[in-house]
């Protein structure tokens, strides 16, 4: 698990649309959430 959050800090996530919620009366969240990833140097 360690080696799995260390990749994962290794990028930076920019945000490049808006989010869309999905529409239920069951589950709450995003359907779609645009992001951009870029390597870290």
Do not use: C, I, Y
Not at 26 to 32: I, M, S, Y
Request: charged content about 20%; glycine content about 4%.
């Amino acid at each position: 698990m360690r080696s799995v959050f260390k990749e994962l800090l290794a990028w930076d996530v920019t945000l490049t649309g808006a989010p869309v919620r999905l529409a239920s009366n069951f589950q709450n969240g995003l359907k779609h959430l645009p992001v951009r990833l870029t390597r870290r140097a």
